[in-house]
């Protein structure tokens, strides 16, 4: 009889479940890019100067559209859903699912910290950690009021950019300044620019411990500044409402959710994120701190985007071939945090100046090809641990940690 304490065998997975993590994966850093690379913070005349800014600009406008956000609302959605395994699990077995949650979240706050502080300031972890920690307050809501809830949240950025508006106020201002200041003590220029900084010839460890002591509170000053808590929080419910529902386990009885979605998704989705993508990059008058306009096309557009991709992948896999096609997926979301770090890792050593340097050097044409290869390999890689490892090693730190267990780490 298996021990209620211990967690989940590797045989109880959803391979659905993994192949959509490792499928988030890749948009994550296809996303993530755009900073490592220091393109997102290059000046305009700068990249044009690059001799592939014609396709760079292209690609940049396709990653706007049909990537930036919705994967990281899609990983979102999977942690609410995960949230709903472990309620049901914990409670079918008699055990407190509420102490195994709230364990495995303190593991991710420390390891996100960890991440945020010493690696890279565009962490998501440490937010996915303290948000989850008041997720448990919405477990008893019905699910109409879920869907309610989720839908005010994710439209909630709306009346904050109102108040910033009115009252000439910026919710990240507070750590913006004390970044400023740190920056100061540093020696760093308040108009030196973050691209040239750590990717300028001669920029080494100096610097990125420099950039690292001030980073996250320029980080966190944007997430407060983009609304984004509650943007996560309301995926977050809808992840909940799809786990409890157990849609990811009944597709044949969803076929037709999956489809409206799908249509519903594209059509409002596509749409809305072309003009959010304009709204941001040519109309910069519109109101601070991002603009009221570009945060509703930004609501309209993330959301119904990121359904229309799992509905998308859902239909497929409710195929037979569909399901053999995105199979191969999964072993890259079954250690989705070990290579969620590996990216990191990775993209510091090719584009910061204390790696090869490439950053700010090259355009999407280059980096986007670069991040597709580390990709396959990490793919790759994934499939040839699982035949030999029953978890991605992080993966089995994290789950030893929780529960108090010894776990083996090798396949007889």
């Given at each position: 009889m298996q021990n209620p304490s211990l967690p989940v065998g590797t045989g109880e997975r959803s391979n659905l479940l993994d192949a959509l993590r490792g499928f988030a994966l890749l948009g994550v850093m296809m996303d993530n890019l755009f900073g490592f690379s220091g393109w997102a913070f290059l000046p305009q005349p700068a990249k044009e100067s690059l001799s592939t800014w014609t396709s760079d600009g292209i690609i940049g406008m396709l990653e706007?559209?049909?990537?930036?956000?919705?994967?990281?609302?899609?990983?979102?959605?999977?942690?609410?859903?995960?949230?709903?395994?472990?309620?049901?699990?914990?409670e079918q077995k008699g055990t407190n699912p509420l102490k195994i949650f709230y364990r495995r979240l303190l593991i991710?706050?420390?390891?996100?910290?960890?991440?945020?502080?010493?690696?890279?300031?565009?962490?998501?972890?440490?937010?996915?950690?303290?948000?989850?920690?008041?997720?448990?307050?919405?477990?008893?809501?019905?699910?109409?009021?879920?869907?309610?809830?989720?839908?005010?949240?994710?439209?909630?950025?709306?009346?904050?950019?109102?108040?910033?508006?009115?009252?000439?106020?910026?919710?990240?201002?507070?750590?913006?300044?004390?970044?400023?200041?740190?920056?100061?003590?540093?020696?760093i220029p308040a108009d030196e620019n973050f691209a040239y900084y750590l990717y300028k010839d001669g920029?080494?460890?100096?610097?990125?411990?420099?950039?690292?002591?001030?980073?996250?509170?320029?980080?966190?000053?944007?997430?407060l500044d983009s609304n984004r808590i509650p943007k996560v929080l309301g995926m977050f419910l809808i992840g909940l409402y799809a786990g409890r529902k157990m849609i990811y386990a009944h597709l044949a009885d969803n076929i037709s959710l999956?489809?409206?979605?799908?249509?519903?998704?594209?059509?409002?989705?596509?749409?809305?994120?072309?003009?959010?993508?304009?709204?941001?990059?040519?109309?910069?008058?519109?109101?601070s701190?991002?603009?009221?306009?570009?945060?509703?096309?930004?609501?309209?557009?993330?959301?119904?985007?990121?359904?229309?991709?799992?509905?998308?992948?859902?239909?497929?896999?409710?195929?037979?071939?569909?399901?053999?096609?995105?199979r191969f997926l999964a072993p890259m979301g079954r250690m989705a945090l070990t290579n969620y770090l590996m990216q990191t890792i990775i993209g510091i050593c090719i584009y910061y100046g204390v790696g090869l340097g490439f950053g700010s050097r090259v355009g999407p044409s280059v980096f986007v090809?670069?991040?597709?290869?580390?990709?396959l390999l990490q793919v790759a890689y994934s499939h040839c641990w699982f035949r030999y490892f029953n978890f991605g090693p992080m993966e089995w730190i994290w789950r030893q940690l929780t529960y108090g267990k010894r776990l083996p780490l090798l396949k007889k």
């Open positions: 706007q559209v049909f990537i930036n956000g919705k994967f990281y609302s899609l990983f979102s959605l999977l942690f609410g859903i995960g949230f709903s395994i472990i309620l049901v699990r914990n991710l706050l420390l390891l996100g910290a960890g991440h945020l502080l010493l690696l890279w300031e565009g962490d998501i972890l440490l937010l996915y950690a303290l948000i989850g920690f008041i997720l448990p307050l919405f477990r008893k809501l019905s699910n109409r009021h879920l869907l309610i809830l989720a839908a005010v949240l994710i439209f909630s950025p709306l009346l904050f950019d109102l108040f910033s508006v009115l009252f000439q106020y910026k919710n990240g201002s507070i750590l913006e300044k004390l970044a400023i200041s740190i920056d100061q003590k540093n020696g920029a080494g460890w100096n610097e990125w411990r420099n950039w690292q002591e001030s980073g996250y509170l320029y980080r966190y000053a944007y997430i999956f489809k409206r979605l799908r249509k519903w998704g594209l059509l409002i989705g596509i749409p809305s994120a072309i003009a959010c993508f304009y709204f941001e990059f040519f109309q910069k008058h519109i109101p701190p991002i603009g009221m306009v570009h945060t509703l096309f930004y609501a309209t557009s993330v959301v119904p985007l990121c359904l229309a991709y799992v509905s998308m992948i859902c239909l497929r896999w409710e195929r037979k071939k569909g399901m053999t096609r995105f090809p670069i991040g597709i290869a580390v990709y």
